[in-house]
């Protein structure tokens, strides 16, 4: 070996060691509370992501049909959006890549191409049902659905194109500080504190079928496939890494909490006000609009006015997590800092989706409650394929290195799959015999 | 001809045509432009992995199975070899750059090809949208290719050799790159900036530490966005950052180090050579925008008594990355500046003449606080290569070289562009709203006139119905469109004429051009209203009356217009002395709401004033 080679062959070696430790002192300067804050973002928004349109459908006709019957869901829930949430920043501060890019790269094109294509099509079905939302929610306050959507839809494309993560993340949290209105809206309802304490701590269960779907419902809704690649392409855009993974961590955890706080208000209002009254409801603008001669008018606009933002902070992610993915998992340009020519596939996903989904919605007669259905099925098939493929890579450390997951937390992982295919099985079963 | 694709996953039989195990991976030679297939590393029974060597044992291959030459128990294993890559763990599904379309792309396949009867190469990697297709399925790739080519298209294959793929995970993978290569290191800075800025963070991070010194200085330098240059900067470890900062011209790391926030700058400042330091320092010193900021303080500068062969052997003398020299100029005694000699002038020159014999004398300066446009515009006039810049008492402070002007150059006209009112301003890449803001801008006027239905409608009462309104408010379109080519008019002059030219016409001609321009048009205007209300419109008088009352008001909104033209200017011009950035859409938008006003104050006074 000349001299000259085996100077080549060092380098690498050198350099990498180098770059460790200059990532490494960069970082080390930054910490302590400051650190963390700045950190912050990607799984917050993510999980205020999870509270949509449909999900607050979900909950409130969970609180409207049963009381408090379901809180005690609530905890179990923010535990496995803990588990699924943190483990995908982690795999994003691990490895600067995103979730899409690491699938192809563990499991090759056709498993990519079959998570792509659903991703494609739940995603596009979950913004119909924002859409749907938007539209509902600013129905009650005397705007029709012609000048709600389009204008909607224009504002989240032009949010969407006009910059990256980074740029828009600061919008996006001010859009979620809406959500307070459900606390809000839970406190003017002046529940029976005591015992909604004592029913999120004890569990009750019921074989009743429609108890059992809706639960399974809830499961849907809080952990939805798209969460997995949005909270790992957001950590990689904000460039975190491996010494930003505690960061990450309070920033998961915290997010599922407020999540699930938010949660637990919507169906703690709708199970104080609407249940005694035995008001069946379907969706969250029958919900807002039910609450009127109970609950007063203001807890009614509260309502209304949290669906509206969160519909719309979830529209502003959604085309642009499933362009990204598709993207990234394929090799094409993306970004938004690319121009139409350079990235078509890109810009053309992103609008593609906004627009069919906004016109959907527009489309007289259509059936948007067959639509949300649809979804949700298909999110329920989609998921445990998914979080299969997390879990795998999670625990390669080949992939992971140090940061791959301990044998507990692959554990939980393993418990949030194989709960979330039973229940998937469940409302399969209960589909067919016609529940 | 064969894919990898194809290969994965298919039967190894031994010669007794016992399966021994599938494929599993191919290991390539890295020397080679086309590099041989050297090793097959086959998934035996039970899934234990071994590789054998390909030129030993196979036999045979096809897309079906693998045939090897001997049984089963004479092969011995082999091992990885350090210049070995394995194509299928290394490569495919893997991002690479495609170091000749400059492009960051995903391997989707890997092609293969027989040279001799039992010799493998890999031709190159397949990143189109065929790979895609035929690793799902070889049939849906021929089923995708016959629909194409009955359209009349043909979708081609899109192959990298491995002579221009670098990959980008360099460290993870352990890959090593054949000298052949023409890797990003061999690139020229611009492109290595353009791959750069196409990669995620993390991964623009460590291929920017990959690159030496020297080359990640000159990439630094030809970043686009001043702003991802700086962010790269800020994660990197500072005596690295410092050392890259030294090894650019020091008007390219004043310019990066004004993007850093004030601590950092100063720490990297610190760190770094002293007199690279003062260099910074020095050009930081002078305001944004002038010739002080974008010059450069390395140069070749003698006594008049030097002969050319002292020229000669100061410039033979410089670092490899001084500045580019294209003159060397001459001191006197007191240290100012006397005279020029060119580069072809010292060739031409016999080695013992004195420098002062063949200087020119007759030097084109500038000084540091000049207006960078203006340099650059002398450049361009005097067809200078570079620009001496000198202090009060004519001591050489630094030159401004022809590169950097162009780039001023291009920066001045995208603001001209921007007060034209063509782009946004927003020069960092985000084409895609350009088309829509374009229609926004230039339909701006609709959102006013509707604006201005909407005050006169609130406004009107009593007798005023809103058919009455609605006929003023039909005039209102021609101001408000009028107002805005008012502006238009304004910045074609400024565009057009400095104000310190000679030939340029003076204020009070403009002003008097505009009111001539508003009288006009503001007549006309009046003419054509009265003309089709008395010819078309006799029998509703009222109606009538109204509409050429909203007219009458247009037409003096125009007129006012038209007058304000020299105010615009002004505006214009103070706040380009003061280097402000100023958009053509903002002054269209502030004089269509003047007009705006005009006319409703005019239709205001007119309706109270006359009875209807």
């Known amino acids: 070996m000349t001299a000259r080679e085996k100077r080549a062959k060092s380098r690498p070696a050198e350099q990498e060691r180098a770059q460790g430790k200059r990532i490494a002192e960069s970082k080390a300067k930054k910490t302590g509370l400051l650190a963390m804050l700045s950190v912050m973002g990607p799984g917050l928004l993510t999980a205020l992501a999870g509270n949509d349109a449909g999900g607050i459908a979900t909950y409130s006709s969970a609180g409207a049909t049963y009381g408090f019957g379901q809180l005690w869901t609530v905890p179990l829930m923010c535990l496995l959006l803990i588990v699924v949430q943190e483990t995908a920043a982690r795999m994003g501060c691990a490895t600067g890549k995103g979730f899409a890019s690491l699938i192809r790269e563990k499991f090759g094109i056709r498993i990519s191409a079959v998570a792509m294509l659903s991703l494609c099509v739940s995603n596009f079905?979950?913004?119909?049902?924002?859409?749907?939302?938007?539209?509902?929610?600013?129905?009650?306050?005397?705007?029709?659905?012609?000048?709600?959507v389009p204008v909607s839809a224009l504002a989240t494309w032009m949010l969407t194109m006009s910059g990256s993560y980074r740029r828009v993340e600061k919008i996006l949290l001010a859009i979620s500080c809406v959500f307070v209105t459900y606390i809000v809206a839970g406190v003017l309802a002046q529940p029976d504190w005591g015992k909604a304490l004592h029913d999120t701590v004890v569990p009750q269960m019921s074989l009743d079928p429609a108890y059992i779907s809706l639960l399974v419902a809830n499961v849907g809704t809080t952990i939805s496939p798209y969460m997995l690649f949005m909270v790992a392409s957001n950590v990689v855009e904000k460039d975190l890494d491996e010494d930003d993974i505690p960061g990450q961590r309070a920033d998961n955890v915290s997010g599922a909490i407020v999540a699930e706080v938010i949660t637990w208000f919507i169906v703690l209002t709708t199970g104080t006000v609407l249940y005694p009254a035995h008001i069946v409801v379907n969706d969250a603008a029958d919900a807002a609009q039910a609450l009127v001669p109970l609950a007063g008018q203001y807890s009614s606009a509260l309502f209304a006015a949290g669906l509206v933002g969160a519909s719309f902070l979830a529209a502003c992610v959604m085309p642009g997590v499933t362009a990204g993915a598709v993207c990234e998992a394929f090799g094409w340009e993306r970004g938004t800092n690319r121009s139409w020519r350079e990235a078509p596939t890109y810009y053309g996903i992103l609008t593609a989706i906004t627009v069919l989904s906004a016109g959907l919605v527009m489309l007289p007669g259509a059936d948007l409650f067959g639509i949300m259905m649809a979804s949700q099925v298909i999110n329920g098939v989609l998921l445990p394929i998914l979080l299969l493929c997390m879990v795998y890579i999670a625990s390669d450390r080949h992939i992971m290195g140090r940061w791959a997951n301990s044998k507990a937390w692959n554990g939980l992982t393993w418990f949030t799959i194989v709960a979330v295919i039973i229940l998937t099985v469940i409302m399969f079963a209960f589909q067919a015999m016609g529940y | 001809m064969i894919y990898l694709s194809q290969m994965l996953g298919n039967p190894v039989y031994d010669l007794n045509g016992e399966k021994i195990g599938k494929v599993n991976d191919l290991g390539i030679a890295t020397g080679e432009v086309f590099p041989r297939v050297t090793?097959?590393?086959?998934?035996?029974?039970?899934?234990?992995p071994f590789m054998i060597s390909w030129r030993k044992y196979v036999d045979s291959y096809d897309e079906h199975q693998v045939q090897l030459k001997v049984v089963a128990t004479d092969i011995r294993f082999s091992y990885l070899q350090p210049d070995e890559v394995l194509i299928a763990r290394d490569l495919l599904n893997k991002q690479i750059v495609d170091t000749r379309g400059m492009r960051v792309v995903r391997v989707n396949d890997l092609k293969l090809s027989d040279t001799s009867s039992s010799q493998l190469r890999l031709l190159g990697a397949e990143v189109g949208i065929r790979g895609i297709l035929r690793t799902l399925s070889p049939?849906?790739?021929?089923?995708?290719?016959?629909?194409?080519?009955s359209l009349g298209r043909t979708i081609p294959e899109r192959i990298i050799a491995w002579n221009y793929m670098d990959l980008v995970e360099r460290d993870l993978s352990n890959v090593k790159l054949s000298v052949s290569h023409k890797t990003l290191d061999e690139l020229h800075p611009a492109d290595v900036a353009d791959i750069l800025e196409k990669l995620d963070p993390r991964l623009r991070g460590q291929v920017f530490a990959q690159l030496d010194d020297e080359q990640a200085a000159n990439a630094m330098a030809e970043f686009d966005d001043d702003a991802m240059a700086a962010e790269i900067v800020g994660g990197m470890e500072e005596t690295d950052a410092s050392r890259v900062l030294s090894e650019m011209d020091p008007d390219d790391a004043a310019e990066l180090v004004s993007e850093l926030d004030y601590e950092k700058a100063e720490k990297l400042l610190r760190l770094m050579g002293v007199k690279e330091q003062k260099a910074i320092r020095q050009l930081l010193g002078y305001k944004e925008d002038t010739a002080g900021r974008i010059m450069t303080s390395e140069f070749v500068q003698l006594s008049e008594d030097s002969t050319v062969a002292d020229a000669v052997k100061a410039i033979r003398g410089l670092d490899e990355d001084f500045e580019a020299v294209h003159y060397v100029y001459l001191k006197d005694e007191e240290g100012r500046l006397s005279g020029v000699v060119s580069l072809r002038d010292l060739i031409d020159g016999e080695t013992d003449t004195h420098l002062s014999d063949i200087s020119y004398d007759d030097l084109v300066t500038s000084s540091p606080d000049d207006d960078q446009e203006d340099v650059a515009k002398d450049i361009a006039k005097y067809n200078l290569l570079a620009m001496p810049v000198v202090d009060d008492k004519r001591k050489l402070l630094g030159i401004v070289t022809v590169d950097d002007a162009l780039d001023v150059m291009e920066e001045e006209h995208e603001e001209d562009l921007q007060i034209a009112g063509a782009s946004t301003g927003d020069s960092d890449g985000s084409q895609h709203t350009h088309v829509l803001s374009w229609l926004l801008r230039n339909e701006l006027w609709f959102f006013i006139w509707m604006l201005g239905v909407i005050i006169m409608g609130s406004i009107a009462t009593g007798e005023h119905t809103l058919q009455h309104t609605l006929l003023l408010a039909l005039a209102l379109p021609v101001a408000i469109v009028s107002a805005g080519d008012?502006?238009?008019?304004?910045?074609?002059?400024?565009?057009?004429?400095?104000?310190?030219?000679?030939?340029?016409?003076?204020?009070?001609g403009f002003a008097l051009q505009g009111l001539g321009l508003g009288i006009l048009f503001s007549t006309i205007v009046l003419l054509v209203a009265w003309?089709?209300?008395?010819?078309?419109?006799?029998?509703?008088?009222?109606?009538?009356?109204?509409?050429?009352?909203?007219f009458t008001a247009a037409s003096a909104s125009i007129l006012v217009s038209f007058l304000t033209t020299p105010i615009y200017l002004r505006v214009l011009r103070r706040r380009d002395e003061r280097n402000k950035e100023s958009s053509g859409t903002s002054l269209a938008c502030i004089s269509m709401l003047v007009a705006l006003a005009v006319f409703v104050a005019v239709v205001l006074l007119s309706t109270h004033g006359m009875a209807i």
Do not use: C, H, W
């Open chain 2, 39 to 48: 090793s097959l590393a086959v998934e035996g029974p039970g899934k234990t």
């Open chain 2, 139 to 149: 049939r849906l790739e021929r089923v995708v290719m016959r629909i194409a080519k």
């Open chain 2, 531 to 550: 003309g089709i209300n008395s010819v078309f419109f006799m029998r509703d008088a009222t109606g009538g009356a109204y509409a050429v009352r909203g």
């Open chain 2, 486 to 508: 008012a502006v238009t008019y304004v910045t074609n002059f400024y565009l057009e004429y400095d104000e310190d030219d000679e030939d340029a016409p003076s204020m009070l």
């Open chain 1, 125 to 148: 079905a979950v913004n119909v049902s924002e859409f749907a939302g938007i539209a509902s929610g600013l129905k009650l306050f005397g705007v029709p659905v012609y000048v709600s």
